[in-house]
């Protein structure tokens, strides 16, 4: 996960240098993880989301988390799609299972963890 952070970290620094007095109450962003065809570990940046209106999973578990514990500052919160009957992590909540007609097999869920600096 390190990688992930440090890879939105580092757009958002250039977004921010690129975009000279951009403000942004929400910055998320989209990040893909994984093997491609031979095997070759890959990572990056997909996309930022810094629009208004709709909430991903992540954000709505994590404000679920804040109503829940007040005494939290920080969470850590993801949502990942798994293209196979992989496992599911036991404190994971799945919103979706079900075959995608180009994808196959799909699971998608959302978790919230403990957040610590890395």
Partial sequence: MPLAIDQARAYHSAAITSF???????CNYDIAQGVDNT???RSGVLEQSWRMGGASAAEVA???AFRADESLDVVRASTTEVYATDSVP????????????????L????RVEPYANP
Avoid: C, I, N
């Fill in 20 to 26: 000279r007095g951009m403000f942004a109450s929400r």
């Fill in 39 to 41: 095997r070759q570990w």
């Fill in 62 to 64: 994590a404000l679920e």
């Fill in 90 to 105: 036991a404190d994971a909540v799945v919103y979706f299972r079900g075959v995608d007609d180009h994808a196959g097999a």
């Fill in 107 to 110: 699971t998608k869920y959302v």
